[in-house]
């Protein structure tokens, strides 16, 4: 029987994706699947938080401990410097909604290179451990996350080519699709974490910036949209897609002909 899709096509490269998609989506509405893909939903918060973090130290800020509570929300939590000026403050605070789609993108764009498939799972797994080591302070995050980081680090030792790269979609899509899973956040000034009122990250951008938090929503999802459109566009390149030239055994000659003059 002829399969409908080539192998190394860019039709199997699409298929793949959506069915990551259609993993991340669908899996929540299944029997347990909600307890199946709950690690990965922390995953997510770890993503946001320590996109605020991150986005702090390299603003010469300090991170000092992130937070992740039971239902999927999150707090990082650093120590500002008196004269930090609001730009600063407006960075930090998108640096978190950003993250998710930044690392989903760098995750399908890692997903297209088959020597990057082991090597990346190893890296992420072992930044999701340090990360922990360093920064996480709550009992959700000191059980989900290295969850995580360990089924990562066994699909990379065991798994497939196949599977290695399936992760890496899977992962990538999580990300990119997170930022629709914030839409509501994203859309409102203030929010509710762990029971205390407190600005939303657009929230907080609107205080330092001025103009409407729903303007600072619509720039983040469109960089967001930009990035992993960017990362599809990337992954999903004919030339990428070829596959490899078949390399002949020693003991072939090869002769090319030069163009005729």
Do not use: C
Not at 247 to 257: G, S, Y
């Amino acid at each position: 029987m002829q399969a409908l899709v080539k192998p190394g096509s860019q039709g199997e490269a699409i298929g793949r994706l959506v069915v990551a998609g259609l993993v991340v989506i669908m899996l929540p509405a299944l029997p347990f699947g909600t307890y199946l893909i709950y690690p990965f939903a922390i995953l997510t918060t770890w993503f946001h938080e320590m996109g605020h973090g991150l986005t702090a130290m390299l603003l010469g800020q300090h991170f000092e401990q992130l937070v992740i509570f039971p239902n999927g929300s999150g707090v990082a939590e650093s120590r500002m410097a008196g004269d930090m000026s609001r730009f600063t403050h407006a960075a930090i605070a998108a640096g978190g909604p950003l993250a998710p789609s930044a690392v989903g993108a760098l995750l399908i764009v890692a997903s297209a290179h088959a020597r990057a498939w082991r090597p990346v799972l190893w890296l992420s797994a072992a930044v999701i451990l340090l990360s922990v080591a360093i920064w996480v302070r709550s009992p959700t995050g000191f059980w989900a996350l290295p969850l995580v980081a360990a089924i990562l680090g066994l699909v990379a030792w065991r798994g497939s080519p196949g599977f290695a790269r399936f992760s890496l979609q899977f992962l990538g899509v999580l990300g990119a699709l997170s930022m629709l899973r914030d839409f509501n956040y994203l859309f409102t000034e203030q929010g509710v974490i762990n029971g205390r009122a407190m600005l939303s990250d657009t929230g907080q951008i609107e205080a330092a910036l001025g103009l409407p938090h729903w303007i600072w929503a619509g720039l983040i999802l469109a960089i967001s949209a930009i990035m992993v459109g960017a990362a599809l566009k990337y992954a999903l390149a004919p030339s990428r897609l070829r596959p490899p030239p078949r390399k002949l055994p020693a003991n072939v000659l090869q002769f090319k002909r030069g163009p005729r003059r």
